[in-house]
């Protein structure tokens, strides 16, 4: 099964701070998305982008994708304590001649942001 | 709306017993999902649906069963609970048979297997 990959593990950064994230994977693939968790919660989506996108915004959010390194990075900038959260990067593996898709999560980057 | 709702949000069983983990949602969702979260592993996909009558298995799919009768209801079942079922799980649903739309989580249970 295919399966992003995130980068780093951890990190902790000061608040007004920038974070980057990042996440490799290994085969092509139809979207990525990334998700955030709060401790003891469900997923909360941020962001899709498709294969054929190569940046996205989406308020403080800034995500890219290289298709051809297989990778793509998540921004925030401007971190604030309630980012606090982990991460995690998603990718939609489609049955060749299926309409059947599977999404795939990655183990996540644990983000602490000190006020 | 109530999104997607899951019960119980705690539950330990014994090992060998077994249970039906609910999951329910009410925006019309055709597709749906059971992941399973452990530490350091990220969430791992055990069954989905694209639909009422339709369901698929995922990574780790052994262990659980899953039926879809309805739009609405997604039930994960624990044939007999081993302790490396304890883990959090999570239901998902998301609009088009394709996850290409974002997914909609719900609470999780936490479940532990003694």
């Known amino acids: 099964s295919q399966q992003g990959e995130e980068d780093p593990q951890a990190l902790s950064i000061q608040e007004g701070e920038n974070a980057t994230m990042n996440c490799s994977y290994k085969?092509?693939?139809?979207?990525l998305q990334w998700y955030r968790q709060n401790s003891g919660r469900g997923l909360v989506h941020l962001i899709l982008?498709?294969?054929?996108?190569r940046e996205k915004h989406s308020g403080r959010l800034r995500v890219t994708l290289d298709t051809s390194k297989k990778s793509s990075s998540l921004l925030i900038t401007a971190s604030r304590a309630a980012d606090t959260a982990s991460y995690f990067c998603?990718?939609?593996?489609?049955?060749?001649?299926?309409?059947?898709?599977?999404?795939?999560f990655g183990r996540g980057t644990q983000l602490t942001v000190w006020p | 709306n109530a999104g997607v709702t899951q019960t119980p949000k705690f539950q330990v069983l014994k090992t060998g017993q077994s249970m039906t983990l609910q999951c329910a949602q009410d925006m019309n969702h055709e597709y749906m999902s059971w992941y399973r979260q452990d530490p350091g592993m990220g969430l791992r996909l055990i069954h989905y649906s694209v639909g009422a009558g339709i369901t698929d298995q995922g990574e780790v799919p052994n262990g659980y069963n899953v039926s879809r009768s309805t739009t609405e209801d997604f039930p994960l079942r624990l044939l007999s609970a081993a302790p490396s079922q304890t883990s959090v799980y999570f239901c998902?649903?998301?609009?088009?048979?394709?996850?290409?739309?974002?997914?909609?989580f719900g609470p999780g249970t936490r479940l532990t297997v003694t």
């Open positions: 982008i498709r294969s054929n996108e």
């Open positions: 085969t092509s693939i139809n979207n």
């Open positions: 998603a990718t939609l593996e489609v049955d060749r001649g299926s309409t059947l898709g599977r999404l795939y």
């Open positions: 998902a649903s998301s609009y088009s048979n394709l996850p290409s739309y974002e997914q909609y």
